[in-house]
C-alpha cells in the first residue's frame, strides 16, 4: 500500500474504531449509574455496593486527573496555541517545524503511562495541534475499554467533532482548526461554510481546499477545477490534491493537463490525485514524466509520476484489467535469520553455499548456517556502519563499511581474524567488487571521486579510474569493468589492460545503483531508476528494458544465468526468466531492500 492510501485508510479505520468504543462505553458503564436520590431518604443511609464503591473511586480519579490537567494547561499556552505545523496534506515545505512545547507533548503522546498519555491527548486536542490529531485519535481507538479517563476524552473528543460543533469552529472559533476538523469527519452540511471560507479567508485556503476535496461533494468540483487552472504558484497544487480526495472522475482531464505545466507543485500533486482516480488515459503522459532524464527536483516529479503509473495499474488489476504481472507466481520465506540489533545492508554466499554472511549497522558482521538458520559466528566490525561483505574464491571475507578506517579487511571466516589490509580511503568505502579469481579488489572511494584497484596478494594499489562512479561489477573473464559515470547517467566499460572507457551505455534516467554480468559475460544488468536494463556487452545496445514498481537498488544473476534476481525500494524482489523476459517470481516478504545489493544466491545445480 502507498503512503497516501495507508493514510486515508489509518484515518478510516480510527474513525470507526473510535465509534465502537464509545458504544461499548455506554453499554458497559450505563447500568452503573447512581440512582436518584428518594425524597424521603431514609433514616439509615444504605450500604453503597461493591459497584458503586468502584465508580465513585473511578470518579474522583477522573476529576483529579482533569484538575491537574487543566493546572498544566495553564502553565502552558493558551487554547488553539498549536498551530505552527499542519498534518503532512498541508505540508508546503518540511522547513516548518514543531514547536518545542508541541513536541514535548507529542513525546509524551507517545511514550508515557496512559495517565500521561490521556492529558497530553487532551493538552494537544485543546491547542488545535493539527499535527498530533490523529494520533490522539489512535489512542481512543486502541485504548483499553472501560478505561474512565480514556472515556472522558472520548466523549469530549466526539464532541467536537460533530457537524454543529464544526460549523461552530468555522464560524466563530479557530477556522482553520475547524477545516481540519471537516476534514477528519466530513460533512456535506459543513460545505457552504467552506465554500464561503474560499473567498472571505485566503489566509486558510489551504486547509479549506483540503476539507473540500474530503467532502466528496460535488459542489466542490468547479471551485477546485478554477484553483487547478490559476497562475498562482501554490493554490494550484493545494487544488490538485483535493480532487484526488473528491474522487470525481470528471477531474481527470484537467489533472492530466496539470502535468504538462512547469510548476512542479502542481505536476506532483496531480501525480498523487490521478493516483487515486486516473485510468489508462493518464498513462502516456505519466510515462512521459517518468521517462524524463536527469534531476527532477527535490519534489521528485519522476518519483510521483512512478506512483501513479503503479496506482492506475493495480486499479486495473482490480477489475480484470491486463496486467504486468499476469502468471507471477509468489514465494514465501524458508527461513529467518535473527540476531543483528541494526539494519542489515549486505550478504553473501560462501563458495561452498554453506555459509552465509551478513553486514549490519550494529558494527558486526555474522556468519549464518542457512540450512538451520543458527548465528555460527560473530565477527566485531571495523566501521560504524558494516555495509559491505563479500566471499573471496579462497573462503576469506573482504568487509568494508562507512565512517571507519577507510580499509577493507581480509578476514579467514573461521576465526574471524583479519589476514590482511586494503585500501586508503579517509572515511568510507561506498562499494567494493572482487574479480572472479579473487586477484584484485576494486572499490569507490568516496573522497577522492574515483575507483581503485588494489591486489589482494600484495595489498599493494594497482591503478586508479578517474571518473569511475560507485557502481562496481567484475566481468567474469576479469578483464573489464562496469562503472557507473560520476557526471552523468551512463555506464562505463572499462578495459582494464588498457584502463580507459571502451564503450559507454546509455538510456538510463536517472543516475544507476547497481550493475551484475551474467555469467558467460556477455549481459551487463544495471538499474537504478524504474528500470532493469539489459546490455549486449560486445555492442553496447539494451537487449531489454524491464519495469518495476519503484526504484530498483539490487541486481544479482543465478550461478546458471537464467534467473536475475531484483531488489526494489518498495519491497519487493522479484526473479526474472532470462529465456521468456517475464517475472517468474515475486516474494513480498522483504521488510526494506537493501540500497546497494539486497540479494545473493546460492551456489548450486540449475533452477527450473
Known amino acids: 500500500m502507498k503512503p497516501l492510501s495507508a493514510l486515508l485508510c489509518l484515518l478510516l479505520v480510527a474513525s470507526l474504531c473510535y465509534g465502537c468504543c464509545l458504544v461499548i462505553t455506554a453499554t458497559e458503564f450505563?447500568?452503573?449509574?447512581?440512582?436518584?436520590?428518594?425524597?424521603?431518604?431514609?433514616?439509615?443511609?444504605?450500604?453503597p455496593t461493591q459497584s458503586q464503591r468502584r465508580q465513585k473511586e473511578t470518579d474522583a480519579h477522573v476529576q483529579q486527573m482533569i484538575a491537574d490537567m487543566a493546572s498544566i494547561v495553564k502553565e502552558t499556552t493558551a487554547a488553539g496555541a498549536f498551530f505552527q505545523r499542519g498534518p503532512p496534506e498541508l505540508q508546503f515545505s518540511d522547513a516548518v517545524g514543531l514547536s518545542p512545547e508541541e513536541e514535548a507533548w507529542g513525546e509524551r503522546l507517545a511514550k508515557a503511562d496512559l495517565d500521561t498519555r490521556i492529558v497530553a491527548a487532551r493538552v494537544l486536542w485543546r491547542q488545535h495541534s493539527r499535527a498530533y490529531s490523529r494520533k490522539v485519535l489512535a489512542l481512543i481507538c486502541a485504548g483499553p475499554v472501560g478505561g474512565q479517563p480514556l472515556q472522558a476524552l472520548g466523549r469530549e473528543i466526539d464532541q467536537t467533532l460533530r457537524p454543529e460543533s464544526i460549523r461552530q469552529e468555522l464560524l466563530d472559533g479557530d477556522y482553520r482548526w475547524g477545516a481540519w476538523l471537516a476534514f477528519l469527519r466530513p460533512h456535506r452540511d459543513l460545505v457552504p461554510i467552506l465554500l464561503d471560507g474560499l473567498k472571505t479567508k485566503p489566509q486558510y485556503r489551504a486547509a479549506t481546499v483540503l476539507a473540500l476535496g474530503k467532502s466528496g461533494d460535488h459542489r466542490a468540483l468547479d471551485p477546485l477545477l478554477h484553483l487547478l487552472?490559476?497562475?498562482?504558484?501554490?493554490?494550484?497544487?493545494?487544488?490538485?490534491q483535493a480532487l484526488g480526495y473528491l474522487g470525481d472522475p470528471s477531474a481527470e482531464s484537467a489533472l492530466i493537463d496539470a502535468l504538462a505545466n512547469d510548476n512542479a507543485w502542481r505536476q506532483v500533486k496531480a501525480c498523487g490525485a490521478l493516483a487515486r482516480i486516473g485510468t489508462s488515459r493518464a498513462l502516456p503522459r505519466l510515462e512521459r514524466?517518468?521517462?524524463?532524464?536527469?534531476?527532477?527536483g527535490v519534489l521528485d516529479i519522476r518519483g510521483m509520476a512512478m506512483y501513479a503509473v503503479v496506482g492506475i495499474e493495480k486499479r486495473q488489476r482490480q477489475h480484470g484489467g491486463p496486467s504486468r504481472r499476469d502468471g507471477v507466481s509468489s514465494l514465501k520465506p524458508t527461513n529467518t535469520l535473527h540476531g543483528h540489533t541494526g539494519y542489515i545492508w549486505d550478504v553473501a554466499f560462501s563458495p561452498n553455499g554453506k555459509l552465509l554472511a551478513s553486514a549490519s549497522d550494529d558494527r558486526t558482521v555474522r556468519l549464518w548456517d542457512p540450512a538451520t538458520g543458527k548465528n555460527t559466528a560473530s565477527f566485531p566490525g571495523h566501521a560504524r556502519q558494516m555495509m559491505h561483505v563479500i566471499f573471496m574464491p579462497d573462503g576469506r571475507l573482504a568487509t568494508a563499511g562507512w565512517g571507519g578506517d577507510g580499509t577493507i579487511r581480509l578476514l579467514d571466516a573461521a576465526t574471524g581474524k583479519t589476514t590482511a589490509t586494503i585500501g586508503t580511503a579517509r572515511t568510507a568505502i561506498n562499494s567494493m567488487v572482487i574479480s572472479a579469481d579473487g586477484k584484485v579488489i576494486a572499490f569507490y572511494d568516496v573522497d577522492k571521486y574515483e575507483a581503485q584497484v588494489w591486489e589482494t596478494a600484495t595489498g599493494k594499489a594497482a591503478y586508479t579510474l578517474a571518473g569511475a562512479g560507485n557502481v562496481l561489477a567484475f566481468s567474469p573473464d576479469g578483464r573489464m569493468l562496469a562503472t557507473n559515470a560520476c557526471e552523468s547517467e551512463d555506464i562505463q566499460l572499462w578495459d582494464l589492460t588498457t584502463r580507459r572507457v571502451a564503450r559507454r551505455l546509455r538510456g538510463h534516467v536517472e543516475r544507476p545503483m547497481t550493475g551484475a554480468f551474467s555469467p558467460d559475460g556477455r549481459t551487463l544488468a544495471t538499474a537504478g531508476d524504474w528500470t532493469l536494463r539489459l546490455w549486449d556487452v560486445r555492442t553496447g545496445k539494451a537487449r531489454a528494458v524491464h519495469r518495476g514498481d519503484s526504484r530498483l537498488r539490487g541486481v544479482a544473476f543465478s550461478p546458471d544465468g537464467r534467473w536475475l534476481a531484483s531488489a526494489e525500494t518498495a519491497e519487493a524482489v522479484r526473479l526474472w526468466d532470462q529465456n521468456s523476459g517475464k517475472v517468474a517470481v515475486s516474494m513480498r516478504e522483504v521488510q526494506r531492500p537493501s540500497a546497494r545489493m539486497g540479494n545473493s544466491w546460492r551456489p548450486g545445480p540449475k533452477m527450473g
Request: proline fraction near 13%; avoid cysteine.
Open 30 to 47: 450505563g447500568g452503573d449509574a447512581p440512582k436518584a436520590a428518594q425524597a424521603d431518604p431514609p433514616a439509615t443511609p444504605a450500604t
Open 229 to 240: 487552472r490559476s497562475k498562482d504558484h501554490q493554490a494550484p497544487g493545494e487544488a490538485a
Open 289 to 296: 514524466l517518468v521517462n524524463t532524464k536527469g534531476y527532477t
